[in-house]
């Protein structure tokens, strides 16, 4: 990934907004993670543990997640909303 990409997945992780598989398997990686047939939910817990944080990737069902700094928070409210329905 060139310089210019990881400035839009660092400026994407610090504004809250959502990201794509290809950033999320980038940061991933980075991280020592291995990648390979891990959906989006299991690849962003998976950072979760990593990163010393509780996993708890989408499973707000009532869209309340007071965890302000998380770098995850508009991809799982977004995904808690879908499995919700």
């Known amino acids: 990934m060139s310089a210019e990409r990881l400035i839009v997945v660092i400026f994407q992780s610090k504004w809250n907004l959502a990201m794509n598989m290809q950033q999320i398997r980038f940061i991933a990686s ?4 291995n990648t390979s047939r891990l959906s989006k939910m299991e690849l962003i817990r998976a950072l979760q543990s990593r990163e010393g944080n509780p996993a708890c990737f989408a499973t707000d069902a009532e869209g309340k997640c ?6 995850w928070r508009a991809d799982c409210l977004q995904m808690s909303q879908k499995l919700k329905a």
């Open 66 to 71: 007071d965890r302000y700094d998380c770098m």
């Open 30 to 33: 980075a991280k020592g993670i």
